[in-house]
């Protein structure tokens, strides 16, 4: 089956502290994308970060990064010097589309708390 | 301009009502979607519009009928809706349809009575 898990439903953070949400998706396609994006509550839903499946390289974006283990099919999201407004539920997506057939499958989310 | 917009905002419909929901982008992509959130929940995939021809149907009842018109716009038209389809429905964009950034519009707050 072609999944995308995230496996924590809700994470605490103290503001200022850094923090990892864990997704793992399952795929046998060799070219895809993935990609963290953010809703906050009752915002719309936006770009964090991607990464591309033929690139080595874990994608940065300021104080996001990600941890890439394509063998583990692991794709872990490092959210440093957290703020107030990091708060938001996160999703993990991974979408890929070879010989006509596409996907675009969104982990459960996980919520993250930013504690002042 | 990075915007999707949708509307309206929030409607309210009963069963027995047709009405529109509008999605719009001028960011020249090619590819648009449609999806349905329920609260607390993933975003589920319902169409996917590619080159104004529809790419991806998943499977979503024929009470749901979606129109691209032009590149920029697409509608996504709703009959004889049942109290189970009450969600936010999002329409997103990329710039091609199987390797972009999906831009998502703020979503339409649906309820059907």
């Known amino acids: 089956a072609q999944t995308v898990t995230q496996s924590q439903p809700e994470m605490s953070v103290q503001e200022a502290e850094t923090v990892t949400l864990s997704c793992t998706y399952d795929t046998s396609e060799s070219d895809y994308y993935l990609f963290w994006y953010k809703q906050p509550p009752s915002r719309q839903m936006i770009l964090v970060i991607r990464q591309e499946a033929y690139k080595q390289q874990n994608a940065t974006e300021n104080r996001f990064s990600v941890n890439f283990q394509k063998a583990a099919k692991s794709f872990s999201l490092k959210i440093s010097d957290s703020q107030l407004g990091d708060a938001a539920m996160y999703f993990c997506?991974?979408?890929?589309?070879?010989?006509?057939?596409?996907?675009?499958?969104f982990g459960t989310g996980t919520r993250l708390k930013v504690l002042a | 301009d990075t915007e999707v917009t949708q509307t309206p905002k929030h409607l309210v419909m009963g069963m027995t009502n047709k009405k529109s929901l509008k999605c719009e982008q001028h960011m020249g992509h090619r590819a648009m979607y449609w999806y349905k959130q329920k609260a607390k929940k993933p975003p589920e995939l319902m169409f996917v519009y590619s080159y104004e021809k529809l790419s991806i149907n998943e499977s979503v009842p024929s009470r749901f009928s979606p129109e691209c018109p032009n590149s920029s716009l697409l509608n996504l038209h709703l009959h004889a809706l049942q109290p189970e389809d009450s969600a936010l429905y999002l329409c997103a964009s990329s710039q091609d349809r199987n390797k972009g950034t999906q831009y998502f519009g703020p979503g339409t707050r649906l309820t059907v009575l």
């Open positions: 997506a991974c979408t890929w589309g070879t010989s006509g057939t596409y996907k675009y499958i």
